[in-house]
């Protein structure tokens, strides 16, 4: 599906002021409000909760609450189906490098992995990083370690199918999320492909093979 209007001009507006965006003094809270939410919107998630649903069955749970270690940790977005969570989102303010730095990845694996979740995302909106959380999480990883998709802002419009097949929220009921985090599991690192038979055990349709094959890094 091509982009939806709202995302190209966030991606616009992220490229004309990304000196200031990237700085330093633009904060996490302000990246949150003002591009991820947003862009989650444009998937298709009730973000604010505007159909007004009990706590329970909300979309969306900011600052979710998980227990690791004994202390209790906020992700910055549980997305639920129903009720169940299904990923999470850790955001960043631009300033920081996610593609260089360990520490924001190992934070989201940590969450994820503790919550028993199969993917989650780390992005600071100049990039989206997806990382299968099932790998124990460990402080001297590597940012790449576990990572199976990273996508740039700049891509994110010529790329919205595959973003939209695996984390909309229609791709999520009707089961590419789950189907694409099995394939994930079977990636033996960001430089192997999976073998087309292995797409035909999970069922993926013949468009969401091509999205996969076309863009993740294998």
Same mark, same amino acid.
């Given at each position: 599906?091509?982009?939806?209007?709202?995302?190209?001009?966030?991606?616009?507006?992220?490229?004309?002021?990304?000196?200031?965006?990237?700085?330093?003094?633009?904060?996490?809270?302000?990246?949150?409000?003002?591009?991820?939410?947003?862009?989650?919107?444009?998937?298709?998630?009730?973000?604010?909760?505007?159909?007004?649903?009990?706590?329970?069955?909300?979309?969306?749970?900011?600052?979710?609450?998980?227990?690791?270690?004994?202390?209790?940790?906020?992700?910055?977005?549980?997305?639920?189906?129903?009720?169940?969570?299904?990923?999470?989102?850790?955001?960043?303010?631009? !300033?920081?490098?996610?593609?260089?730095? /360990?520490?924001?990845?190992?934070?989201?694996? +940590? #969450? =994820?992995? &503790? @919550?028993? %979740?199969?993917?989650?995302?780390?992005?600071?909106?100049?990039?989206?990083?997806?990382?299968?959380?099932?790998?124990?999480?460990?402080?001297?990883?590597?940012?790449?370690?576990?990572?199976?998709?990273?996508?740039?802002?700049?891509?994110?419009?010529?790329?919205?199918?595959?973003? !939209?097949?695996?984390?909309?929220?229609? /791709?999520?009921?009707?089961?590419?999320?789950? +189907? #694409? =985090?099995? &394939? @994930?599991? %079977?990636?033996?690192?960001?430089?192997?492909?999976?073998?087309?038979?292995?797409?035909?055990?999970?069922?993926?349709?013949?468009?969401?093979?091509?999205?996969?094959?076309?863009?993740?890094?294998?």
């Amino acid at each position: 599906m091509p982009a939806p209007s709202e995302i190209r001009e966030l991606i616009e507006r992220f490229e004309l002021n990304l000196a200031a965006y990237t700085s330093g003094s633009y904060n996490e809270t302000q990246l949150r409000r003002e591009f991820i939410d947003p862009f989650f919107k444009a998937l298709g998630w009730d973000v604010d909760n505007t159909a007004g649903h009990a706590e329970a069955y909300k979309d969306v749970i900011h600052e979710d609450a998980i227990r690791i270690g004994g202390a209790m940790k906020a992700p910055d977005y549980c997305f639920r189906i129903g009720g169940t969570r299904k990923f999470f989102v850790e955001a960043k303010k631009p !300033a920081v490098d996610i593609a260089g730095d /360990a520490a924001p990845a190992y934070q989201l694996r +940590r #969450y =994820a992995w &503790s @919550a028993g %979740l199969p993917l989650s995302i780390l992005t600071d909106f100049k990039a989206l990083a997806v990382y299968d959380c099932r790998i124990k999480p460990n402080q001297t990883d590597r940012v790449s370690t576990a990572r199976v998709l990273y996508i740039p802002y700049r891509e994110y419009e010529a790329r919205w199918d595959e973003i !939209a097949a695996i984390f909309s929220k229609q /791709a999520v009921l009707k089961g590419s999320f789950d +189907r #694409y =985090a099995e &394939s @994930a599991r %079977l990636k033996k690192g960001t430089d192997h492909r999976i073998d087309r038979l292995v797409y035909d055990i999970y069922n993926l349709t013949d468009e969401e093979i091509r999205i996969v094959e076309d863009h993740s890094v294998f």
